[in-house]
C-alpha cells in the first residue's frame, strides 16, 4: 500500500488499532464503528485519550473524551 506523510513521519492509508500501553494522554485517536451488519455505514468519532484509572474491582479502565468536550475544558466526570 501506499504511505503518506504527515507532520514527518509516514502515515499508512490503513487504520491500525492502538494498544493500552500506546495511548498517550491528550493525544487524538479515531473510533470507527459500523451502523449496519454490512459494514456499509461507518460512524467516525473524533476522541482524546485522557487517563486511565482502576475500577471497583481493579481492572484498568481507560478514559475517552469527545473533542467537542476537550477544547472547551470540560472536565471528566464533571455534569
Same mark, same amino acid.
Do not use: W
Given at each position: 500500500m501506499e504511505?503518506? =506523510?504527515? /507532520? %514527518? =513521519? #509516514?502515515?499508512p492509508t @490503513?487504520?491500525? *488499532?492502538?494498544?493500552?500501553?500506546?495511548? =498517550?494522554? !491528550? #493525544?487524538? @485517536? /479515531?473510533?470507527?464503528? /459500523?451502523?449496519?451488519?454490512?459494514?456499509?455505514? *461507518?460512524?467516525? %468519532?473524533?476522541?482524546? /485519550?485522557?487517563g486511565r484509572?482502576?475500577?471497583?474491582?481493579?481492572?484498568? &479502565?481507560?478514559?475517552?473524551?469527545?473533542? !467537542?468536550?476537550?477544547?472547551? !475544558? &470540560? %472536565? =471528566? !466526570?464533571? *455534569?
Amino acid at each position: 500500500m501506499e504511505e503518506k =506523510r504527515h /507532520f %514527518e =513521519r #509516514e502515515v499508512p492509508t @490503513y487504520g491500525e *488499532p492502538v494498544s493500552a500501553s500506546e495511548l =498517550r494522554e !491528550g #493525544e487524538t @485517536y /479515531f473510533s470507527v464503528q /459500523f451502523a449496519d451488519e454490512d459494514l456499509l455505514q *461507518p460512524l467516525m %468519532e473524533t476522541l482524546v /485519550f485522557t487517563g486511565r484509572g482502576l475500577d471497583e474491582d481493579g481492572s484498568m &479502565i481507560l478514559y475517552f473524551q469527545d473533542l !467537542g468536550a476537550y477544547q472547551l !475544558g &470540560i %472536565e =471528566r !466526570g464533571s *455534569p
